[in-house]
C-alpha cells in the first residue's frame, strides 16, 4: 500500500509552498514587468533624451541663427541709416560699410563663440566653402579650412564638412553624426551628433553638437536614477507581497491549527470508538463541516452499539441453543463437517480441526456409510426425502454409536449444504433393546408367574392328597409306593416351578451386605464336588473383606449358572475352568468402562473356559429364556437368563467374550456396597 | 372344636385342605375370595383364618389388612403360590400385615397341621 501522508503536514507544507510560490510569483512578476517596463522606459528615457538634447542643440542653433540674423538685420538697419548707398559710405562713421559689416560679424563671431550649452555644448559656425569661422569655443579668422585647422585627420575632416554641407542644403537644416574632440579633452575625439542649419544669405552653415558619450552618460546616470526608483518600488512591492504573504501565513497556521484540532477530536474518537462507547463531544468542534462529521459519527456509534448488542444477543441466543444443544449440530459442505458445536465434538471425539479434514462418510459405520451419502446426496440435489433417520457411527475411540440425524437441505457461502441435528440414540438403542429383553422377560415372567401359581396350587392338591392317601391305607400296601412317588416327583416338580419363579421376580428380597469371598468360595466348594476330573480348577481370590448388597443365594446361583455353563462347554475333553475374584474400579480401568455401570468400586467374578466357545451369530441370545445349546433332557435353558436377572438386580453387568473353539470368558461387576444396609424384616421361608 | 375359614379361589386346593383340617377334627369353612370371607367372619368369627394370598376380587393382602382392622385378635395363616413376584415377597408383606405364619405352596401339610394345632391353643 503507498505511504500515507500527515494531512496537516500536508497542508502546512503545501500552503507554505502555495503562498511562498505565491508571493514569489508576484515578486517575479512585478520584478519581471517592472524590468520590462524598465527597458521600455529606458529606452524610451534614451530616445526622448536623446530627441531632447537634439532638439535642444537644434534650438541652440537656431538661436544662433536668431541672433545672426538679428544681428544682420540690425546691422543692415544701421548701415541703412548710416550707409551712403551711393558711396557705399556710413555718413559720419568714417567706415565703409564692408567694415562695419566686419566688426558686426567680427562680434557676432565672438558672441556666437561664447555660447555654452550643457557640459560640452557650443556653436560652430563654418564657410560653405569649408572656412572655419567658429568652433570649439573659439573664434576663427575665417582663413582656413576646417580641415586645416584640425589636421589631426585632414580627410575626415574634409568628411565631417561634406556631411555638415549637406545636412546645410536642407531646408530645414539636419542632423550629423561624427566623432570630433570635446572642449574637455581636446585629446581625443567622441562620437558626437550635430544639428547643421544653412544660411545662404551669408554663405554660412551653423551647428551645435552634443557629444554622444555624454547623452549616454546622462543615459546611463537616468538608467541608475530608474534603476534605483524600479528597485525600490520592487522592494516596496516585494515587502508588501511579504507582508501580506506573512498575514496569510498567520492566517493559514491558525486555520490549520484548528482544522488540525478539530481532526484530532475526530481521530481520537475513530481510534477510541473501537475499544470504547464514547461519542465525540461536538462543543470542542469548531466548524461546521466537521461538526456535521461528528454528528454522524455519534449516530453511527449509536447504531454499531445498538447493532453489536443486537449481535451480542444473537450470539448469545446462537450460543445458548447450539453450544449448549444436548444435540450435535453442523453443517455439512462439500462432504465435510463444518462449524461442529460442542456436543458434536463430544460425540465424535474428533476436534473442529479432524472433522474438517476427513469425509464425514469416514466417520459412519461402514455397512451405513452407503445410505447416509446416497441421502445426503440426494438432499443436496434437491430432493424431498424424509428429515429423520438412524445410523451408526464410529467415535475416534473406535466405539460405535447409534444417532438418529435430522437434516435440511440448505446453503451457505452460496454452494449447497445440509444443515445437520445428531441425537445420540446408543443409549435409547440399549434401552430399548434391554426393553425388549426385559419385555421378553416379562411376558415370560408374567407368563411364569402365572403358570407357577398354577402349578403350585395343583401341586399342593396332588402332594395334599397323596399324602392323605397315604394315610388311609397301611404301609403293607403296594399303592403306598406309588404314592410316594406321586409325592417326591411333586416336590421335583416344585422345584422346577421355584427355578422358574426365579426368572419371574422382579425385586430380590433378601439384599444385604455379603462378604463376597465367602459367598464365592461357598459355590465353589459345590461346584468342586461335582467337577469331573478331566477339568483343571484354578482359583485366583483376590478379594478380602469386600462387601456386596446382594442375596447371598443368588450369588451362588450366578456362580453356579456360569460354573455349569463352562463345564458343559468342556464335556467330553480336558479343559481348564479358571476363576478369579477380584477389585474392579469403573472408569478408571479401560475393561470396565465397555460395561456401562457408573464410576465407582465393584468386584469383578471372571469364570474362564478352555471349551467350545459361542458363536457370534448366537451371541446376542444367551441370555434369552429358553436358549439353550444343550439337549433336551440336559437343562431347559434358563441358567443365563436366570444369571442375566440376578445380576441386573444386583446393579452389575455380565460381558460374555467367547473365541468359537477356543474358549469363554464371562466377566462379572457386582458394586460394593457403600454402606451397613439393614436387612428387610424377615425370615428363611419354608423351602421342601 | 376349633372352626377354621379357608379362603382361596381354587376350590381343589380348598377341597384337599378341608379334608386334612377335618380329619384332625377341625370345622371347616370355605370362601372363594376375601369379600366372602370377610363377610361369613362377621357372621360367624372362626378360630382361625387360612387365606390365599393371591385370588381375584378382595385379594389376600388386602383380606388380610381389613381383618385385622376389623379384628384386631383374629389369627391368621397365609399361602401363596407366588405371581409376577415370588411367594416368599408375598408371605413377607402378609406377615408385616400381621398374619401370624406363612406358607409357601405348595404346603408341607404335617408342618401346617402343626402350626394350627399351637395357633389354636395358645
Known sequence: MRRKGNFSHFIRVWGIIFLTGLGVCFICIDVISTYR?????????????????????????????????????????????????????????????????????????????????????????????????VSNG?????????????????????????????????????????????????????????????????????????????????????HRELTRQVIAKNVVFALAVIAVVGLFFLFFIRLNNRLKKDLHHLISYFSESADTDEAIDRKQIKFIEF????????????????????????????????????????????????????????????????????PFVKLIHPDDRQMVADRHRRRLNGEVLPSDYSFRIIDKKGSERSVQINAAATTWEGRPATINLIRDITEQKQLEKRLRHSQKMESIG??????????????????????????????????????????TASLRAKNVVRKLMRVAQKTPAFKKPIQIRAVITEALDLIRKTMPTTIDLRLNIR?????????????????????????????????????RLEPAAVNREPAAQRSGLP????????VMDTGEGIEPAIMDRVFDPYFTTKAV???????????????????????????????????????????????????????? | MARILLIDDDAPVRRTLRKMLERQGYEVEEAPDGKAGLTLYQENPADLIITDLIMPEMEGIETIMELRRRFPDVKIIAMSGGGQIRPEQYLQIAKSLGAQHTFAKPVEMKLLLKTVEELLTV
Request: hydrophobic letters at 35%.
Open chain 1, 37 to 133: 517596463d524598465f527597458n521600455l522606459r529606458a529606452a524610451q528615457i534614451r530616445s526622448e533624451y536623446i530627441d531632447r538634447r537634439k532638439q535642444s542643440i537644434k534650438q541652440e542653433v537656431m538661436r544662433a541663427v536668431e541672433t545672426i540674423r538679428h544681428r544682420r538685420s540690425q546691422s543692415e538697419a544701421l548701415t541703412r541709416e548710416k550707409r551712403f548707398a551711393p558711396w557705399d559710405w556710413f555718413i559720419g562713421t568714417g567706415l565703409y560699410v564692408d567694415d562695419v559689416e566686419e566688426q558686426i560679424k567680427a562680434q557676432l563671431l565672438l558672441d556666437i563663440s561664447r555660447i555654452r550649452f550643457g557640459r560640452e555644448g557650443y556653436i560652430f559656425i563654418n564657410r560653405l566653402n569649408g572656412d572655419i569661422l
Open chain 1, 138 to 222: 573659439k573664434r576663427f579668422s575665417g582663413t582656413k579650412k576646417l580641415w586645416e585647422v584640425f589636421d589631426d585627420n585632414p580627410e575626415e575632416m574634409r568628411e565631417i564638412f561634406e556631411k555638415e554641407y549637406q545636412a546645410a542644403q536642407k531646408p530645414g537644416g539636419g542632423y550629423i553624426q561624427y566623432s570630433h574632440i570635446k572642449l574637455s579633452q581636446p585629446e581625443r575625439e567622441s562620437p558626437k551628433v550635430s544639428f547643421i542649419f544653412g544660411l545662404p544669405e551669408f554663405q554660412w552653415l551653423v551647428g551645435a553638437g552634443v557629444y554622444l558619450d555624454d547623452v549616454e552618460n546622462d543615459i546611463a546616470r537616468m
Open chain 1, 291 to 358: 461538526d456535521r462529521i461528528a454528528e454522524y459519527a455519534n449516530r453511527m456509534l449509536a447504531e454499531r452499539i445498538a447493532a453489536l448488542k443486537a449481535l451480542r444477543e444473537s450470539e448469545e441466543k446462537y450460543r445458548l441453543l447450539v453450544d449448549t444443544a444436548n444435540e450435535s449440530i453442523f453443517i455439512a459442505q462439500d462432504n465435510v463437517i463444518k462449524f461442529p458445536n460442542p456436543k458434536t465434538i463430544e460425540m465424535t471425539g474428533y476436534t473442529e480441526k479432524e472433522l474438517a479434514a476427513v
Open chain 1, 446 to 487: 408374567t407368563l411364569a408367574g402365572g403358570i407357577a401359581h398354577e402349578f403350585n396350587n395343583m401341586l399342593g392338591i396332588i402332594i395334599g392328597n397323596a399324602e392323605l392317601a397315604a394315610d388311609d391305607i397301611p404301609d403293607s400296601n403296594p399303592a403306598r409306593n406309588c404314592l410316594e412317588e406321586i409325592r
Open chain 1, 543 to 579: 478379594c478380602t473383606s469386600e462387601t456386596v448388597l446382594g442375596d447371598p443365594t443368588e450369588i451362588s446361583q450366578v456362580v453356579i449358572n456360569l460354573c455349569t455353563n463352562a463345564l458343559h462347554a468342556m464335556r467330553g475333553h480336558t479343559g481348564v475352568m479358571s476363576i
Open chain 1, 599 to 606: 464410576p465407582g468400586d465393584y468386584v469383578r467374578l471372571t
Open chain 1, 633 to 688: 433332557d440336559e437343562g431347559l435353558g434358563m441358567g443365563l437368563a436366570v444369571v442375566d436377572g440376578i445380576i441386573k438386580h444386583h446393579n452389575g453387568s455380565i460381558h460374555i467374550h467367547s473365541e468359537p473353539g477356543k474358549g469363554t470368558t464371562v466377566e462379572v461387576l457386582l458394586p460394593l456396597a457403600e454402606k451397613q444396609h439393614q436387612t428387610q424384616p424377615g425370615e428363611d421361608f419354608t423351602d421342601t
